[in-house]
């Protein structure tokens, strides 16, 4: 059974930090491109990182600079680094698990991150 199990999530003040994490069970991690997505309320889920299996890295214009996306294969999880959060980065975060020969694709349950003062 899969599964992607994400943490870190929380309320934190404009301008701080969070660190999400990803862990994942059930499926070969190193064959997993691996992503995370954000979808606010009333909005539509999007793209907001995603690492592929060789380490390359994909951020939404609205991220760079400030979210850094990280995979640890050793212990099957993916990580997300967010620096100078602002309000409008307030969204429940998913993970995505993506396998590069398009035997599978899987969300987790999502974590919620708040950004407010």
């Known amino acids: 059974q899969v599964q992607l199990l994400e943490s870190g999530g929380g309320l934190v003040q404009p301008g701080g930090s969070l660190r999400l994490s990803c862990a994942a069970s059930g499926i070969i991690f190193s064959r997993y491109a691996m992503g995370w997505y954000r979808q606010a309320i009333g909005k539509q889920r999007e793209l907001v990182a995603t690492i592929s299996t060789s380490i390359s890295t994909n951020y939404a214009d609205s991220v760079k600079g400030r979210f850094t996306i990280s995979r640890d294969n050793a212990k099957n999880t993916v990580y997300l680094q967010m620096n100078s959060l602002k309000p409008e980065d307030t969204a429940v975060y998913y993970c995505?698990?993506?396998?590069?020969?398009?035997?599978?694709?899987?969300w987790g349950q999502g974590t919620q991150v708040t950004v407010s003062s």
């Open positions: 995505n698990a993506n396998n590069v020969y398009g035997r599978g694709y899987y």
